[in-house]
């Protein structure tokens, strides 16, 4: 279970980051997509008790 929390927060972390930068070159077509990646991995995250809190102020900041 930790390998695959960790694969978890790897693949939230770059997609935060994608979507940070889809916003930064205004894409929004991307960000969209992006941000849809982001909910079905906190969804994942919920479903499987994964603690993912320390990402909640990267959200509002994107």
Do not use: K
């Not at 997609?15 to 916003?23: D, P």
């Amino acid at each position: 279970m930790r390998e695959f929390a960790l694969t978890l927060h790897l693949r939230l972390h770059d997609s935060l980051t994608a979507l940070r930068r889809a916003h930064a070159i205004g894409d929004d077509d991307l960000a969209v997509a992006q941000a849809g990646e982001v909910e079905d991995l906190v969804e994942i995250a919920a479903r499987h008790g994964i603690d993912i809190a320390g990402y909640a102020a990267l959200t509002t900041a994107s």
